[in-house]
């Protein structure tokens, strides 16, 4: 293909859509390599150029991890969800507000633009309530495992994010929700921009991953679009499993919103996110109603 040619493949879309709003998760899988880190942003802000309105909701799991078993602690998973006592949340707060966060607005400040760096606490964008037992299955039997401080979105009051993307800032979103008592409680960055986008009422959300979309089971191709039907089924067989849970529900929660479309992207390969939004054919897999 000519050069002119992609450039020209993108206008319909460029066109379609200007001055939407899409709410992209930037999955603390696909930051681990700093320069593919660096050209995800600075799509993001070529995004912003074009005349879109860009929030940016960003996880931290690798980097949590790490910093979880520097101090002697496991992590410890269920469905996809971290087991989060007192320490642990200590440890997801200065990892993801003192670090990433503030990490993603230098990069995005490097490209010329203005970001603006809060998390769920600030202006009572995220409220939540304490997640209720999960019910897991531990060989043979089912048992009821606590999250600890693992927060359920009760709220998004999307006010701030209006007014900071009304003024051009890039918005980045750190995990974290305060409940009604003013408490700490540590959120799925997958839930949260999934809530986030609906209550902007954004055109797209984006979830960028280490993987290449949601995958059959083997592993072996990428499913390039799904129907919220086949998104359940894929979940009820359990092919979809782990940190997709989450990211998959979100998704099925923000298409049957009223969000457009909700897409799997693999952030770790350069420019994937232009790729999506820009070609007929996309590059990951597309979710709609
Ligand atoms: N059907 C599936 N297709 C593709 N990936 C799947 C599937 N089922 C489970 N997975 C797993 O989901 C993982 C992606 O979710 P994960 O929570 O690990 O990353 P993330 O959400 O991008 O990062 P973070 O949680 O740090 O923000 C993949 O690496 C893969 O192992
Ligand atoms: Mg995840």
Redesign the pocket.
């Known amino acids: 293909m000519k050069r002119e040619d992609v450039l020209m493949e993108a206008l319909p879309y460029i066109q379609k859509f200007y001055g939407k709003t899409i709410v992209i998760?930037?999955?603390?899988?696909?930051?681990v390599d700093q320069n593919i880190l660096n050209t995800v942003i600075r799509d993001a802000v070529l995004l912003r150029y074009v005349g879109m309105k860009v929030v940016l909701v960003?996880?931290?799991?690798?980097?949590?991890t790490a910093k979880m078993q520097a101090m002697g602690k496991e992590p410890r998973f269920v469905g996809?969800l971290r087991i989060t006592d007192a320490e642990t949340l200590e440890i997801a707060q200065m990892v993801l507000v003192g670090k990433i966060n503030a990490g993603i607005v230098a990069l995005i400040a490097n490209c010329g633009t203005r970001a603006v760096g809060i998390s769920g606490n600030d202006g009572n964008l995220l409220i939540a309530r304490k997640m209720e037992p999960q019910r897991v299955k531990v060989g043979e039997t089912v048992e009821e495992v606590d999250l600890g401080m693992v927060g359920e979105i009760e709220e998004v009051d999307p006010e701030l994010l209006n007014g900071l993307l009304t003024q051009n800032y890039i918005p980045v979103v750190a995990?974290i929700a305060l409940d009604r008592q003013g408490r700490n409680l540590n959120i799925?960055?997958?839930t949260a921009a999934a809530e986030i986008a609906i209550a902007l009422k954004a055109f797209k959300l984006i979830?960028?991953?280490?993987?290449?979309?949601?995958?059959?089971?083997e592993?072996t191709m990428?499913y390039h679009r799904l129907s919220l039907a086949e998104a359940e089924a894929?979940i009820g067989e359990g092919?979809?499993?782990?940190?997709?849970?989450?990211?998959?529900d979100g998704c099925m929660k923000a298409v049957r919103s009223g969000v457009t479309s909700a897409h799997?992207v693999n952030?770790n390969k350069e420019h994937n996110l232009l790729l999506e939004l820009f070609t007929d054919l996309g590059v990951g897999t597309m979710l709609t109603l």
């Not at 998760?25 to 930051?31: D, Y």
């Not at 979830?207 to 089971?217: I, K, S």
């Not at 092919?239 to 998959?248: H, R, T, V, Y």
Request: charged letters at 15%; zero cysteines; hydrophobic letters at 40%.
């Open positions: 998760k930037l999955g603390g899988h696909a930051m960003h996880g931290g799991g690798p980097e949590i996809g995990p799925n960055a997958d979830n960028l991953t280490d993987v290449d979309g949601v995958m059959n089971a592993r990428v894929m092919i979809i499993a782990g940190g997709m849970i989450p990211k998959l799997v952030g």
